[in-house]
């Protein structure tokens, strides 16, 4: 049985550990916060980008990009979004699960020959993806890029993979990820990023945008052309900005079960110490009364 000495410092630690996990908690809610403030902020860019391809799309001109060339699919790349910290629960491990998902999905869709370069964001990424390099799997580390890489180091990789796929070093690019929805609910979510579907694109057009005519200068495909990597640029800057505040919604919700685990245990010490404690006076009440006894 443990000493009330014992109890005392396991009661300090586990306090100790309870103000730790809230403050921590309260420092990711921040974090989220803010990610999901920058995904609204970004929405009206994405959303002019997206009116722009509309007004082009409703016409009957015929378009021709190299970002949307469909070919015979070899070499595929999957940009797989984790994190650079821990003590976010099972973050990582349902991304590594879907990312292994996904990577049967392409060996079925495109035979057991096409080679997969898996593209690792996240230190915690790059460390579990190591496992499975090999049998026609590749990991391209890319030094400059984690969960902290600002806007314009985003910009530079995603403009190596355009480089990537319009030079046939891949012929296909996916992208997973996980999707903020709320605090409490993020998706895991697998796409292709690169080539881009007109038919995709044409699918988000609001319908009164088909009647609004429109004048192009210099023409459409040539629009279509300098849009269409801002198009790009705009669907990873979402996805980097969603991943991470899933990240930190993750790690709110593991640091508020760990903050409920704790206080749950400090109220059982507690009140085993105070059991203990009382036995203690018990016995110490009972050695005086015997000892008056005797005399």
């Known amino acids: 049985m443990a000493t009330l000495r014992e109890l005392k410092g396991r009661i300090g630690s586990v306090a100790s550990t309870e103000k730790t996990t809230s403050a921590m908690k309260m420092i990711s809610s921040a974090k989220m916060h803010k990610f999901t403030g920058m995904v609204q902020r970004l929405k009206p860019y994405r959303g002019m980008v997206r009116n722009v391809l509309s007004h082009l799309l409703v016409t009957d001109q015929e378009f021709s990009s190299p970002l949307i060339e469909t070919r015979d699919v070899n070499k595929v790349a999957i940009v797989v979004f984790g994190s650079d910290d821990g003590l976010c629960g099972a973050y990582n491990i349902n991304i590594f699960k879907q990312l292994l998902t996904a990577i049967d999905e392409l060996r079925k869709l495109y035979g057991k020959g096409v080679t ?35 806007m314009e180091q985003l910009s530079d990789f995603t403009e190596m993979l355009r480089s990537g796929f319009v030079d046939h070093v891949f012929d296909r690019v996916d992208i997973a ?92 010490l507690n009140l085993e110490y105070n059991k203990l404690r009382q036995q203690s006076i018990t016995t110490e009440l009972l050695d005086i009364l015997g000892g008056q006894v005797e005399r």
């Open 177 to 268: 990820y996980m999707r903020f929805v709320s605090t409490s609910r993020q998706v895991m979510h697998h796409e292709q990023l690169l080539p881009l579907s007109a038919d995709a694109l044409a699918q988000d057009i609001d319908p009164k945008e088909a009647c609004s005519p429109c004048i192009f200068e210099p023409d459409a495909n040539s629009i279509f052309n300098s849009v269409l990597p801002l198009h790009l640029r705009a669907t990873m800057q979402e996805v980097f900005v969603s991943s991470s505040a899933s990240e930190q919604a993750s790690r709110v919700m593991a640091m508020q079960i760990a903050s409920d685990n704790a206080a749950d245990l400090l109220e059982q």
């Open 116 to 150: 997969i370069t898996v593209i690792p964001i996240g230190k915690k990424m790059v460390k579990a993806v190591a496992k499975i390099e090999g049998g026609g799997i590749k990991v391209q580390n890319v030094d400059y890029m984690s969960t902290r890489s600002t």
